[in-house]
């Protein structure tokens, strides 16, 4: 089957070009390099810590952020370096809820006059129509034809994420970008978020790419993960596979957090120390050596591949040596360092 979307190679610098006190400041590299491919239906959840890039990443994909390398195919056909209105157009399929549900209504217009101004913007010109549209798409996400009277400050955070969905489905998106989507939500709204998310990608065939730094969110919700870490994807396989055996040590450490998530498995994986280099001044080899208890001197050198390893794809040179199955990494008992 075609992929709905394939990322290939995709690099983005952010900055670089301001001056300040006669020096240059360096770009950042949010994105490096980055490859996946997304079928039609899937839920491909993107995770890292804040900074990695997982939402430059989403943006540029959705022709937000203009890439300095790579490309992005939609059903095989390329739509990075086309004209601004070309590129809208084939965009249109794809669309973004952002992470801060009530930040994109102007607290002055009803929710009905915005989500039909949306439809104004992409051209539906018949005003029956766009009212049918919205008031489709208002009970598809369960709330009744008169939120469409009301404004955004008179919902809740949970209501908020309903009337931010119902906005891009009027526009009948194929793709859609959840960035954080349940973040500042308690358990039992999430819960409500995320069967909501499940509703809707079956009635409107949705694929998702469903950004994340919340591990278990992501493992009840995707079928497919990729870890990113400064800007590269570090690891990338089914979601079962990555919970129950994560195979890169960035995974291993994050999934050592969250024990509940991970079982025995990982708990021998030291927990992550420290911060992440800048994204500025990358040290050279592979971005996670500096953090990382099983780092040599070749891992300081050269920056690994994303290449196979089993039902998984890693970009470790250690990748062989760490059996995602066992209960233990070889190494991290003598590469940790002394306590104390
Ligand atoms: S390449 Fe080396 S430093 Fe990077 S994750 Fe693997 S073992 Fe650690």
């Avoid at 075609?2 to 690099?11: F, K, Q």
């Avoid at 950042?28 to 491909?44: D, F, I, T, W, Y």
């Avoid at 500096?290 to 290449?307: F, N, S, T, V």
Wanted: some cysteine; hydrophobic content about 45%; overall charge positive.
């Amino acid at each position: 089957m075609t992929p709905i979307l394939e990322v290939e190679d995709l690099s983005v610098a952010l900055g670089g070009r301001k001056r300040w006190i006669g020096r240059s400041i360096p770009p950042v590299q949010a994105v490096r390099g980055v490859s996946l491919a997304v079928a039609p239906g899937e839920v491909l959840g993107i995770v890292g810590e804040s900074g990695c890039g997982k939402t430059t990443l989403g943006r540029a994909i959705l022709g937000l952020q203009r890439e300095s390398g790579g490309r992005i195919l939609l059903d095989g056909a390329p739509v990075s370096g086309l004209a601004p209105q070309a590129a809208r157009r084939a965009r249109n399929a794809i669309h973004y809820v952002h992470q801060d549900a009530g930040a994109s209504l102007d607290p002055w217009w009803s929710i009905g006059r915005a989500l039909e101004e949306a439809l104004v913007v992409q051209g539906v010109r018949d005003r029956a129509e766009r009212q049918a549209r919205v008031a489709e798409v208002l009970e598809a996400v369960g709330l009744d034809a008169a939120a469409g009277r009301r404004y955004p400050h008179e919902f809740s955070g949970g209501q908020l994420r309903r009337v931010a969905l119902a906005r891009i489905l009027a526009l009948r998106p194929r793709i859609v970008v959840l960035d954080e989507p349940t973040s500042g939500l308690d358990m039992s709204v999430q819960a409500m978020v995320l069967t909501l998310l499940r509703d809707l990608q079956a009635r409107y065939g949705l694929t998702y790419l469903f950004i994340s730094h919340d591990l278990s969110v992501v493992r009840r919700f995707c079928d497919r993960v990729a870890i990113m870490y400064l800007g590269r994807i570090v690891e990338q396989a089914p979601t079962v596979r990555i919970f129950a055996a994560p195979a890169h040590p960035y995974t291993r450490s994050l999934l050592a957090a969250a024990p509940r998530l991970s079982g025995r498995r990982v708990e021998a994986a030291p927990a992550l120390q420290g911060e992440p280099p800048s994204a500025a001044r990358l040290p050279p080899g592979c971005a996670f050596a500096p953090r990382c208890a099983l780092a040599e001197d070749r891992c300081r050198a050269i920056d690994p591949p994303l290449a196979p390893h089993g039902a998984t794809q890693v970009a470790c040179h250690r990748a062989a040596e760490i059996d995602p199955d066992a209960a233990t990494t070889p190494g991290y008992a003598t590469a940790l360092p002394p306590a104390g």
